[in-house]
């Protein structure tokens, strides 16, 4: 597949322009495909919108986004093409199966996409079909969800399964236009099947202001690439895993790696931004009205830039980064785990499915595994700031201007030093070159988790030895 583009008689223009712009012809392929998203909107807004038959809506965006898939990928577009079929002859014909519908349809996508890992995977971020599939693999999934909740009675139907349950199968067409909507189908955002019938029955269309919010996107996403760019050619990821870096001064190296890792996130929203942006300026991601009465276009935003830039935990990481499919995890797979009864054990598992979902690179595991241990860990000291700390301390420290300033400097230090430890192993991904990474900060990340871990459970073994109860420590709940 790559080598048909490569082949194709464009390839020597688009070649020459990516390597003008120092990036791959993949990647220039990807951009041109996202900035797409804005002439389509206009056109759709001014040729399509208002015509009354539904079919022509779905041809549109149908043949929009297959059009530009066949753009990046050439004849690797039938693996989509593909999984869309089954999942539709899955619905068809095992409807009234619910639970064989939804584990076939589950088993099916994941199986097909882990393969697409295993015979196209490198040591890079790879630009192949398998990324746009990625996505088609979780509207499929959820796709099948809401079908076989639309056959539940609404007592049944949690509050967000009301919103997105499908009573009706929707028409093979319209399925297909759901799937390749032109500017979600290639780095998400995901939303369900109601969110686009709802947008195709005009319910968003009598709101105004779509157009200034989605150029505001637009420039927010250039802003955010223009500062990516920057950023990694000053610290590019080859720097980190050479032995210049390993002879700088140890608080030097945290903080660089720290700051690669903000330029190396920008990658990943800056083109959230601008896809969000096209799907502001078509009028897509209508989510009511925000405090002040007026239209709020932020039913599809992918990343809360306020509390990324903001925040000062790796838990406001995850609030604010890849916030859809966060959010469809959360719908899909924890809370289809509430019958196991155990928060823990469900995070986890959306945690693996993540993981797993990304593929067989054991960075992707060491990073969620992070993720999952430095969570807890923040939850552990907030707990006990709150319930040991402050109730000795909190006079004098709430009065004291120096510990605001201390307090503030040693998060934001935090918040940069672990940002960096932490997606090293997403971005190197290979064992081999996240390990010369991790081997070069001297495994800080894993040493102060370690320390805290000791000092908590000291504490919590000498609040019980003393006969005490480490409810303090625990968030009110007494050790057993």
């Not at 076989?148 to 929707?170: F, M, R």
């Not at 660089?256 to 330029?263: D, E, I, N, P, V």
């Not at 593929?359 to 700031?385: C, D, P, R």
Request: net charge neutral; hydrophobic share 45%.
């Amino acid at each position: 597949m790559t080598e048909s583009l490569e082949d194709s008689p464009d390839a020597g223009l688009m070649g020459s322009i990516a390597e003008l712009g120092g990036v791959s012809t993949e990647a220039l392929r990807l951009l041109l495909t996202l900035m797409a998203g804005y002439p389509i909107a206009a056109l759709y807004t001014k040729y399509v919108a208002d015509l009354p038959l539904k079919m022509l809506h779905h041809v549109f965006f149908f043949t929009c986004g297959a059009g530009l898939c066949y753009f990046n990928y050439g004849v690797g577009t039938y693996h989509s093409l593909l999984g869309i079929l089954v999942t539709y002859l899955l619905v068809l014909f095992l409807r009234q199966n619910i639970k064989l519908l939804i584990g076939l349809n589950f088993a099916f996508h994941m199986t097909y996409l882990l393969l697409g890992y295993f015979y196209t995977s490198s040591n890079e971020y790879d630009i192949l079909w398998t990324m746009p599939h990625c996505i088609l693999v979780l509207r499929m999934i959820g796709f099948g969800f809401d079908i076989s909740d639309g056959l539940k009675s609404n007592e049944a139907l949690s509050k967000e399964q009301k919103e997105t349950a499908l009573p009706q199968v929707p028409s093979l067409l319209e399925l297909l236009a759901f799937a390749y909507f032109p500017s979600g189908f290639l780095i998400g955002p995901q939303f369900p099947m109601r969110r686009y019938q709802n947008f195709i029955n005009g319910d968003y269309r009598r709101h105004e202001g779509n157009v200034e919010a989605g150029m505001r996107r637009l420039a927010a996403g250039v802003f955010y690439l223009i500062v990516c760019q920057v950023g990694l050619s000053v610290l590019p990821d080859s720097y980190f895993l050479s032995p210049e870096f390993a002879k700088v001064g140890f608080i030097k190296r945290i903080y660089l790696l720290g700051f690669w890792a903000k330029f190396s996130l920008y990658k990943y929203i800056s083109c959230w931004l601008l896809t969000e942006g096209a799907l502001i300026y078509i009028g897509f991601t209508y989510k009511g009205t925000d405090e002040h009465g007026e239209p709020d276009w932020s039913g599809c935003s992918n990343v809360k830039l306020v509390l990324l830039e903001t925040g000062n935990t790796m838990e406001h990481y995850v609030q604010s980064f890849n916030v859809n499919t966060n959010q469809w995890v959360g719908q899909y797979i924890y809370k289809r785990l509430k019958f196991l009864n155990n928060r823990t054990i469900s995070y986890g598992a959306a945690l693996g499915f993540l993981a797993i979902w990304h593929g067989y690179h054991s960075g992707y595991y060491m990073a969620f595994l992070m993720e999952y241990m430095v969570v807890s860990t923040e939850k552990q000291i907030t707990n006990f700031y709150d319930k040991v700390v402050l109730p000795r301390y909190g006079n004098f420290l709430n009065s004291s201007d120096v510990y605001k300033i201390l307090y503030f400097a040693t998060l934001k230090s935090y918040n940069i030093v672990y940002m960096g430890w932490c997606l090293a192993s997403f971005v190197f991904l290979k064992y081999e070159r996240w390990i010369v990474v991790f081997e070069a900060v001297n495994y800080y990340g894993f040493i102060w988790l370690l320390i805290w871990a000791a000092f908590y459970q000291s504490y919590l073994y000498l609040s019980r030895f003393g006969g005490k109860s480490s409810a303090d420590a625990t968030g009110g709940k007494k050790t057993q």
